[in-house]
Nanobody, 127 residues
Framework: QVQLVESGGGLVQAGGSLRLSCAAS????????MGWFRQAPGKEREFVSG????????YYADSVKGRFTISRDNGKNTVYLQMLSLTPEDTAVYYC????????????????????WGQGTQVTVSS
């Protein structure tokens, strides 16, 4: 069973950038389809970005496309979310998640498909 720990959140001004990290333990991150979700106060958890298990294929929500980049460092067993040109609308708790038994080239976008979740890291973007 994999454990996920996010880090890298914080307070940043609009237009700034942050890089979130998701460290996996108890399992190899490259063997899981990975995803990033976020949840703002009073809103449902929403998909941000995902990466397929073996191929590294990626997919992004329209709201972050061109600004966010998901990547994986297999040697560090860590998945990243690089976030550029942040806006106040990006303010949320960001969660890392993993799918066990995933199809090799499929990017999962529904939260209910994910089996493991981190505790979340707060990202706050001031105007």
């Amino acid at each position: 069973q994999v454990q996920l720990v996010e880090s890298g959140g914080g307070l940043v001004q609009a237009g700034g950038s942050l890089r979130l990290s998701c460290a996996a333990s108890g399992g190899t991150a490259s063997r899981y389809a990975m995803g990033w979700f976020r949840q703002a106060p009073g809103k449902e958890r929403e998909f941000v970005s995902g990466m397929a298990r073996s191929t590294g294929r990626t997919y992004y929500a329209d709201s972050v496309k061109g600004r966010f980049t998901i990547s994986r460092d297999n040697g560090k067993n860590t998945v990243y979310l690089q976030m550029l040109s942040l806006t106040p609308e990006d303010t949320a708790v960001y969660y890392c998640a993993a799918v066990s038994g995933s199809t090799t080239n499929y990017v999962y976008t529904r939260a209910r498909d994910y089996d493991y979740w981190g505790q979340g890291t707060q990202v706050t973007v001031s105007s």
